[in-house]
C-alpha cells in the first residue's frame, strides 16, 4: 500500500499499462444540481506518472466524470446533450465520441467490466455492449425480503412535532407523523382521529367551546382545511378547495365560527366556518431572511374577545415588523406602532389591553479589543391600553369588555412595559393573572430564528405583584388551556400539563404517550412524501416558472420510480432527481427513516501521521500535529506538557495491545474515540527504552489538522515576505471565520500585505461583515510622548490584499472573492469556484422528519444583473496547485499571492504620515 501523489481527487482508473491515471478531481454523483456548469463541474484529467504532469482530456463546461479506461479508450458520464450519457475519448489526443443516446432519465453509477458498462437508467439495469454499441435491459427477479415495505403499527412518539390543549386542559392534542391524536391526562384512552398513513395532517386546534377540531390535510393532493367533531361522527368535512399552495397555522375566533389562517404567498385569511367564505386580510410585501417556513409573514396574529378584531405584524419596507389590527367588521386596517420590531400579539381577556414582545431594549455589548459594539437580549414584554380611560396593567382595576374598542390616536405612547429584564422572549399567552413566556439567555435569537436553540424556559408574570417566577425548564414548547386552568407542554418527546396557580406551587403531571401509535404503510407515506416535496418546490422556489420546466411533466417523470422504491433511502435518491432538474444550488434532500444498522464504532485518533516500517513491522509517528493557538478547545493528545513522545519515535502498544503492521493501524483504536488509553512508545522497533504515557485520543483530528494548516501557511508566508504579508483562512462565511477571524486578523492588521485565504470556504453568510474590517482605513493619527503614534480606529487597514480561491469554494465561499473584487481589495487568485447563488432561507421538514430545501431567492447585483449562479466567480490569476509540487509541500497559490503582493509593495509603498512640528507658543 502507498499513498498516491493526489491531492485532490475523486473517481479514477489506470490505464492498463499503469503508466497513466485518468481521474476526476471532484465528487458530484449524490449532488442534486442537473446541468451544472460551475467551477466544480467534474472534469478529466490524464496524469502521466514518469512525467508527473497532467493534462484536461474532457474541456467541457459541463460534466464529465467516472472515467473507466478499457484498452485505448477512456469511457466516461456527461450531459453535453442535457442528459448523462457514455462517452469515450482516446487519451492520446482522439475526439470524444457520444456512444449512448438516451433521452429522458441520467445514466447512473456506470461500471466497467471487460468489454461491457452496466448502469442505471430509469430504475432499471441496462448493458452497453462496447463492442457493437447496443445497450439492452437486464431482467433481473430477486426474491427480496423487503422488510421496509412492510407496513407495521408504528410508535410514533419520536415523531411528534405538535402539541396543543383542549379547551379545559385535560387532553392533550398532538400530531405526530402526520397523524392527530388525543392524549387524556387522567382517565381514558388515546385516540387517534385520522388514521391515515399516507396523508400529512397537520396545525391541529381545538376549538374554544371543546366541539371541534380544524386541521390541515392534504388528503385531496392539496393541504386543505377540515374540521371534525370531537364526539359522535368524527368524520372530517372539508372546508376549502385551494388549487394549490401551501397552508399553516390556524386561529380560531373565541365565538368558534371563524379561522384565521396564513399561506406561502404572505398572505392572511379568515374562513368562515359555516358559508366556507374564505376573507383577504392582508399581505406582507416584505420577509426577513434566514427563517423557518412557519415563521414568514404573516405568521403572527391573533384574534380580540370579541371577535372583531384581529392584530397581526407585518413587515415593512424598513424590514422591521410593525403592528396592525384588522377590523373584520369594515375590514379596515389600522398600523400602530412605527419604530420597533414588534411580535406575538395576544388580546387581554378582559378587553382593555394588547399585548406584544419588542425588541427595544437597546442595551450594547462592546468588544474588548477595539471600539465595536452589537445589541443582544433586546426584547421585552410590552402592553398597549386601547383606550385613553384604561388604567395600568399593574393596577388590577380595569373592568371587563363584552365589546372590545379601541382607540386608535395616541395608541402607541400608552405603551408600558412589563417590570422585567431585557432577555430573549417568545411564546407570549395571558391568563387573567398574568402573563406566560418563554426565555434563554443564550442564542441569536432576533436576527437569525435558525440559531434559536431547541428549548427555552417558561417563566409566569404576576399582573397584582409585578413578580416573575419560574415554571419550567428546557422545554420545546407549550400551550396554554382555553379556560386559563392549565398548559400543556414538550419537552424532547415527553407531554406533561401544569395545573396555574395551585397552592402551593404550580403542579405539573404527564401525560402517558405509550398508545401514540400509528399503522404505517410505507409505500403509501413514501408517495405523500415525493408529493409533498414536488408542492414544496412548486411553491417555494423563487422562480415562478421552475426555471423553465414543465412541472407536472416532471412530477410524472420522477413519480414512476417511487414504486420502485425499497427503503426511505431510495426515496432520498429520486426526490434528489426530481430537484436536481430545477438546474439550480441549494436543492438538498436529507433525512427520514433509516434502515436499522448498528452503531457506529468510534475511533481514536491520536493527531498524528504514521509511516508504515515494513522491515520493523511497526509503525512509526512521522509528524506531530501541535495546537499553536493553545486556547485548549483543540487537545492534541501528543503535544503537550508531559507527554514526551517525538517524531520517529514507534508505536509499541495501545492498552497493552502490541502494534503491527499486520492489521489497520486504526484497528488497535477502534471503540477509543475520546477516551483516555496507555500506550507504550520507543525511538527504536524492537521496544527499547519503552515510554508509557496515558492520553485522551480525539474523536476527529480535523480541527488540528487544520489549525496546524493555517499556522504552517502563516509561517510560509512571513518567512519568504521578510515578515512584510499576513496571512488569513476563512473557512466559511459563518461561525467558524467569526471564531478564527479575530485569532487572526488582530496580530496582523498593520501588516504591509495580507493574503486573505477563502479556499474550500463552504459559506453560510454575507462575508462583507468580515470585509468591512479590511475597508476600514485610518481616518486620524494620534502621537503620544513616550509610545509610537497610533491610528484611529485602532486596527485600521492600509495594507495591499489578495484573495486565494479555488473550486471547492461555494454559496458564501462564492461571494467571497466576488465581494472582494466588488470592493477593489486587490487580485483574486486560483481556480473558479461553485457557483452557488440562489439562497435558502429555510429547510422544511417532511412527515418522518426528512426534509428537503426549496431555494427562495437569487442574487443580482446592482445593474441589476445575476451574479455566479451555475458559472462561479473566474479569477483574475487562474492557476491551480498541480499534484507533484503539492505532494512536496509547495502551494503554489499561496506563494502566488506572495509574489503578487511583494511586487505591489515594491511598487506601492506602503507611507504613513509624520506629524508637523510641535506647536510652539510665543
Given at each position: 500500500m502507498e499513498q498516491l501523489i493526489f491531492h485532490e481527487a475523486a473517481s479514477g482508473t489506470y490505464s492498463p499499462d499503469g503508466?497513466?491515471?485518468?481521474?476526476?478531481?471532484?465528487?458530484?454523483?449524490?449532488?442534486?444540481?442537473?446541468?451544472?456548469?460551475?467551477?466544480?463541474?467534474?472534469?478529466?484529467?490524464?496524469?502521466?506518472?514518469?512525467?508527473?504532469?497532467?493534462?484536461?482530456?474532457?474541456?467541457?463546461?459541463?460534466?464529465?466524470?467516472?472515467?473507466?479506461?478499457?484498452?485505448?479508450?477512456?469511457?466516461?458520464?456527461?450531459?453535453?446533450?442535457?442528459?448523462?450519457?457514455?462517452?469515450?475519448?482516446?487519451?492520446?489526443?482522439?475526439?470524444?465520441?457520444?456512444?449512448?443516446?438516451?433521452?429522458?432519465?441520467?445514466?447512473?453509477?456506470?461500471?466497467?467490466?471487460?468489454?461491457?458498462?452496466?448502469?442505471?437508467?430509469?430504475?432499471?439495469?441496462?448493458?452497453?455492449n462496447l463492442e457493437n454499441r447496443q445497450t439492452e435491459q437486464v431482467n433481473v427477479q430477486i426474491l427480496a425480503d423487503a422488510?421496509?415495505?412492510?407496513?407495521?403499527?408504528?410508535?410514533?412518539?419520536?415523531?411528534?412535532?405538535?402539541?396543543?390543549?383542549?379547551?379545559?386542559?385535560?387532553?392533550?392534542?398532538?400530531?405526530?407523523?402526520?397523524?392527530?391524536?388525543?392524549?387524556?391526562?387522567?382517565?381514558?384512552?388515546?385516540?387517534?382521529?385520522?388514521?391515515?398513513?399516507?396523508?400529512?395532517?397537520?396545525?391541529?386546534?381545538?376549538?374554544?367551546?371543546?366541539?371541534?377540531?380544524?386541521?390541515?390535510?392534504?388528503?385531496?393532493?392539496?393541504?386543505?382545511?377540515?374540521?371534525?367533531?370531537?364526539?359522535?361522527d368524527r368524520k372530517a368535512v372539508q372546508l376549502t378547495t385551494h388549487a394549490d399552495g401551501y397552508r399553516h397555522t390556524l386561529r380560531w375566533s373565541p365565538d368558534n365560527k371563524k379561522l384565521a389562517y396564513t399561506d406561502q404567498t404572505l398572505t392572511l385569511y379568515i374562513l368562515d366556518i359555516e358559508t366556507k367564505k374564505i376573507t383577504r386580510v392582508d399581505k406582507s410585501e416584505f420577509e426577513n431572511i434566514d427563517v423557518s417556513i412557519h415563521l414568514k409573514p404573516i405568521y403572527d396574529y391573533n384574534w380580540s374577545p370579541d371577535n372583531r378584531f384581529i392584530a397581526y405584524t407585518k413587515m415593512t419596507g424598513d424590514m422591521v415588523y410593525k403592528i396592525f389590527i384588522y377590523s373584520v367588521g369594515d375590514k379596515s386596517i389600522k398600523q400602530v406602532s412605527t419604530h420597533f420590531n414588534d411580535f406575538n400579539l395576544v388580546f387581554s381577556n378582559d378587553g382593555n389591553y394588547l399585548f406584544f414582545l419588542s425588541n427595544r431594549r437597546f442595551n450594547p455589548t462592546f468588544c474588548d479589543f477595539e471600539w465595536e459594539m452589537v445589541y443582544k437580549d433586546m426584547a421585552g414584554v410590552y402592553c398597549a391600553a386601547l383606550r385613553k380611560d384604561v388604567p395600568s396593567i399593574h393596577s388590577g382595576d380595569a373592568e371587563k369588555?363584552?365589546?372590545?374598542?379601541?382607540?386608535?390616536?395616541?395608541?402607541?405612547?400608552?405603551?408600558?412595559?412589563?417590570?422585567?429584564?431585557?432577555?430573549?422572549?417568545?411564546?407570549?399567552?395571558?391568563?387573567?393573572?398574568?402573563?406566560?413566556?418563554?426565555?434563554?439567555?443564550?442564542?441569536?435569537?432576533?436576527?437569525?430564528?435558525?440559531?434559536?436553540?431547541?428549548?427555552?424556559?417558561?417563566?409566569?408574570?404576576?399582573?397584582?405583584?409585578?413578580?416573575?417566577?419560574?415554571?419550567?425548564?428546557?422545554?420545546?414548547?407549550?400551550?396554554?388551556?382555553?379556560?386559563?386552568?392549565?398548559?400543556?407542554y414538550k419537552k424532547g418527546n415527553e407531554v406533561g400539563s401544569v395545573e396555574l396557580y395551585s397552592k402551593p406551587e404550580f403542579k405539573k403531571k404527564g401525560f402517558d404517550l405509550s398508545d401514540l401509535d400509528m399503522w404505517y404503510v410505507p409505500i403509501e407515506e413514501w408517495r405523500q412524501i415525493y408529493n409533498e416535496a414536488w408542492r414544496l418546490e412548486r411553491d417555494y422556489f423563487y422562480e415562478p416558472a421552475m426555471h423553465g420546466q414543465d412541472w407536472d411533466a416532471m412530477k410524472d417523470k420522477y413519480g414512476v420510480l417511487v414504486d420502485y422504491a425499497v427503503c426511505r433511502q431510495d426515496m432520498r435518491f429520486i426526490i434528489g432527481e426530481l430537484i436536481g432538474e430545477l438546474n439550480t444550488s441549494h436543492t438538498y434532500v436529507f433525512g427520514g427513516d433509516r434502515q436499522r444498522t448498528p452503531d457506529r464504532v468510534s475511533v481514536g485518533m491520536l493527531g498524528v501521521d504514521y509511516q508504515p516500517d515494513l522491515n520493523a513491522g511497526r509503525y512509526r509517528i512521522e509528524k506531530i500535529y501541535k495546537d499553536f493557538d493553545w486556547s485548549r478547545e483543540i487537545n492534541p493528545p501528543l503535544a503537550k506538557p508531559g507527554v514526551n513522545v517525538k517524531e520517529g519515535d514507534y508505536l509499541i502498544s495501545v492498552n497493552g495491545n502490541q502494534v503491527t503492521i499486520e492489521k489497520n493501524l486504526y484497528a488497535f483504536f477502534q471503540n477509543l474515540g475520546g477516551k483516555e488509553i496507555e500506550i507504550e512508545v520507543s525511538n527504536t522497533a524492537d521496544g527499547k527504552g519503552l515510554r508509557k504515557y496515558r492520553v485522551n485520543t480525539l474523536r476527529s483530528e480535523g480541527g488540528l489538522r487544520?489549525?496546524?494548516?493555517?499556522?504552517?501557511?502563516?509561517?510560509?508566508?512571513?518567512?519568504a515576505s521578510g515578515g512584510k504579508i499576513g496571512y488569513l483562512h476563512f473557512p466559511d462565511t459563518y461561525m467558524g471565520s467569526a471564531v478564527n477571524f479575530p485569532r487572526q486578523f488582530y496580530s496582523q492588521a498593520r501588516k504591509e500585505g495580507l493574503i486573505l485565504d477563502g479556499r474550500s470556504n463552504g459559506g453560510g453568510l454575507d462575508p462583507d461583515i468580515f470585509f468591512r474590517r479590511f475597508l476600514r482605513e485610518p481616518h486620524s493619527y494620534w502621537t503620544r510622548?513616550?509610545?509610537?503614534?497610533?491610528?484611529?480606529?485602532?486596527?485600521?487597514?492600509?495594507?495591499?490584499?489578495?484573495?486565494?480561491?479555488?473550486?471547492?469554494?461555494?454559496?458564501?465561499?462564492?461571494?467571497f472573492p466576488e465581494e472582494f473584487r466588488r470592493f477593489n481589495m486587490g487580485l483574486v487568485i486560483g481556480t473558479r469556484t461553485w457557483g452557488g447563488l440562489v439562497g435558502v432561507s429555510m429547510f422544511i421538514s417532511m412527515i418522518d422528519g426528512g426534509g428537503l430545501t426549496a431555494p427562495d431567492y437569487r442574487i443580482y447585483d446592482e445593474n441589476g444583473k445575476w451574479i455566479v449562479e451555475n458559472e462561479g466567480v473566474t479569477p483574475d490569476i487562474i492557476l491551480d496547485n498541480k499534484p507533484a509540487e503539492m505532494a512536496e509541500g509547495y502551494d503554489a497559490q499561496l506563494m502566488k499571492g506572495v509574489e503578487v503582493l511583494m511586487n505591489k509593495i515594491e511598487e506601492e509603498p506602503i507611507k504613513w504620515p509624520v506629524h508637523q512640528a510641535f506647536p510652539v507658543d510665543r
Open positions: 503508466k497513466h491515471f485518468a481521474y476526476n478531481k471532484t465528487f458530484r454523483e449524490t449532488r442534486t444540481w442537473k446541468r451544472y456548469k460551475g467551477g466544480r463541474a467534474q472534469e478529466i484529467y490524464l496524469y502521466d506518472f514518469a512525467t508527473n504532469e497532467e493534462k484536461n482530456l474532457s474541456n467541457f463546461e459541463g460534466t464529465d466524470r467516472i472515467p473507466m479506461w478499457s484498452g485505448d479508450k477512456v469511457y466516461f458520464s456527461s450531459d453535453r446533450d442535457r442528459v448523462l450519457n457514455i462517452y469515450s475519448v482516446d487519451p492520446s489526443g482522439g475526439e470524444i465520441e457520444q456512444i449512448t443516446s438516451h433521452t429522458e432519465y441520467d445514466i447512473r453509477r456506470p461500471s466497467i467490466g471487460g468489454n461491457k458498462i452496466v448502469y442505471e437508467l430509469g430504475g432499471k439495469l441496462m448493458v452497453l422488510p421496509e415495505l412492510r407496513p407495521y403499527f408504528k410508535d410514533v412518539k419520536g415523531n411528534l412535532t405538535e402539541i396543543g390543549s383542549s379547551p379545559d386542559g385535560e387532553t392533550a392534542l398532538l400530531v405526530a407523523r402526520g397523524e392527530i391524536f388525543t392524549v387524556p391526562l387522567k382517565e381514558g384512552t388515546t385516540e387517534n382521529h385520522t388514521n391515515s398513513s399516507g396523508i400529512h395532517e397537520k396545525g391541529a386546534v381545538w376549538s374554544p367551546d371543546g366541539k371541534k377540531i380544524a386541521f390541515f390535510s392534504d388528503k385531496t393532493g392539496e393541504y386543505e382545511i377540515y374540521v371534525a367533531n370531537t364526539t359522535g369588555n363584552a365589546r372590545v374598542r379601541i382607540e386608535y390616536d395616541g395608541l402607541e405612547n400608552r405603551v408600558e412595559a412589563l417590570k422585567l429584564e431585557p432577555g430573549n422572549y417568545r411564546n407570549l399567552a395571558l391568563t387573567e393573572k398574568g402573563a406566560f413566556y418563554m426565555n434563554r439567555e443564550d442564542g441569536d435569537f432576533n436576527r437569525f430564528e435558525f440559531r434559536v436553540p431547541g428549548t427555552m424556559d417558561l417563566y409566569h408574570y404576576s399582573f397584582k405583584d409585578g413578580e416573575e417566577e419560574s415554571i419550567l425548564e428546557s422545554i420545546n414548547s407549550y400551550q396554554l388551556s382555553a379556560d386559563g386552568s392549565r398548559l400543556i487544520y489549525s496546524y494548516w493555517i499556522e504552517e501557511n502563516r509561517r510560509i508566508v512571513d518567512k510622548r513616550y509610545s509610537h503614534d497610533q491610528t484611529s480606529p485602532t486596527y485600521g487597514v492600509r495594507s495591499h490584499m489578495v484573495c486565494l480561491t479555488k473550486r471547492q469554494a461555494g454559496s458564501g465561499g462564492d461571494l
